[in-house]
């Protein structure tokens, strides 16, 4: 499985953004997509999960009520809608998938995209 990430840039506090990942590759199992980020000095965290069978999505506290994940299953892409932005969300949010469950660790997910910067002033 390939994940490319875009959507990322520079915003200010209250802005929105939306991120998109695109996935190829063996796309055809059931398996979980998460949003991670992780910003400088800190460990790389959940952000949101979406489970593709079970239809099941999960968010971090921190994110709940201002970010929105969804899915276009024709095109194979989750979407992260972030809306009323803080500084503190500013980080390098990365795509993953998971071959099972969904689960908030990051290191049970087994591929990432390259990451995209996200900068809130």
């Known amino acids: 499985v390939q994940l490319v990430e875009s959507g990322g840039g520079s915003v200010q506090a209250g802005g929105s953004l939306t991120l998109s990942c695109a996935a190829s590759?063996?796309?055809?199992?059931?398996?979980?997509m998460g949003w991670f980020r992780q910003s400088p000095g800190r460990e790389r965290e959940m952000v949101a999960t979406?489970?593709?069978?079970?239809?099941?999505?999960s968010y971090a506290d921190s994110v709940k009520g201002r970010f929105t994940m969804s899915r276009d299953s024709f095109k194979n892409t989750v979407y992260l809608q972030m809306d009323r932005l803080k500084p503190n969300d500013t980080a390098v949010y990365y795509c993953a998938v998971r071959d099972a469950f969904c689960s908030p660790d990051k290191d049970a997910y087994t591929y990432w995209g390259q990451g995209t910067q996200v900068t809130v002033s």
């Open positions: 590759g063996d796309t055809y199992r059931p398996f979980c």
């Open positions: 979406h489970y593709r069978l079970g239809m099941t999505t």
